[in-house]
């Protein structure tokens, strides 16, 4: 090779960021994103359950917590990560079996996606204060 | 692992395990944990709800009934392993200095089975007692 001395960097496949954002994209990265946030939410389950064996002073104050107006903001997006990552898994499963990869089901299944965990999540606390 | 030296051919090296030596153990897991995350998650779900506005006596009433307890040491063990997994899956994408990565996923390790363990001890705590 001619230019051998000088070692070129090798090509690399346009970035991510030039292509415009499309749904598909977006709840790709969400799925992960809402796996992260799981995965410290864990630890908050953790504490809450350490807290009621603990005694009972421990579990007031986590409980306190919780019920603060910051901490059910935590605890609604806690909701809607764990059933946006569900419902994302559940596409992945989809596509395991080898379906839905043409370009209106996945589109489809993106929308579906997002429009079930709201909903869902909706649901959830719409039954919590109902029934509490 | 020494490639250099060894008298297996790159193809007998690479077959079945990949570049990460365990083959497909984690897809398979990682799968196997989600699948059985499905109806611990709405499980989950329905036990805090359970729980909402409930005192302390009471919460613990039903932490700590079997029909409460078990499916959320199940709950506990399932997503232990799959968050290890997911988390080791993007440190591996992002984190590419050997140095780094390695820690990250050693504090992954950790993070994951203290937090598994800890809410399975406090399961187990409420429903034997003491």
Do not use: C
Not at chain 2, 20 to 30: I, V
């Amino acid at each position: 090779m001619a230019d051998s001395k000088a070692r070129r960097e090798p090509p690399l496949s346009p970035h991510l960021e030039i292509y415009k954002p499309a749904m598909t994209m977006i709840m790709s990265i969400v799925h992960r994103i809402t796996g992260v946030a799981l995965y410290f939410g864990t630890l908050l389950l953790s504490v809450w359950l350490v807290s009621a064996a603990t005694s009972d002073a421990a579990f007031a104050a986590v409980h306190g917590f919780m019920t603060s107006w910051f901490g059910k903001l935590i605890l609604f997006g806690f909701t809607w990560a764990l059933l946006h990552h569900a419902l994302g898994g559940i596409r992945h499963f989809i596509w395991d079996t080898g379906r839905g990869y043409g370009a209106e089901q996945r589109s489809f299944l993106a929308h579906a996606t997002l429009a079930g965990s709201v909903g869902l999540t909706v649901l959830v606390w719409v039954i919590a204060f109902v029934t509490r | 692992m020494d490639t250099s030296s060894s008298m297996k051919t790159p193809l007998k090296r690479v077959r079945g395990l990949g570049s990460a030596r365990s083959g497909t153990d984690h897809f398979w897991k990682q799968r196997l944990t989600a699948l059985a995350n499905v109806p611990l998650v709405i499980v989950m779900i329905a036990i805090v709800i359970a729980l909402v506005g409930k005192d302390a006596a009471a919460a613990k009433a039903v932490l700590s009934h079997p029909v409460v307890a078990i499916p959320m040491v199940l709950f506990f063990v399932s997503v232990m392993v799959h968050m290890r997994i997911g988390m080791q899956v993007i440190v591996e994408d992002y984190v590419h200095e050997e140095g780094p990565k390695v820690l990250l996923l050693a504090l992954n390790a950790f993070f994951s089975i203290a937090v598994g363990l800890a809410g399975i001890f406090a399961i187990l705590k409420l429903s034997f007692g003491a």
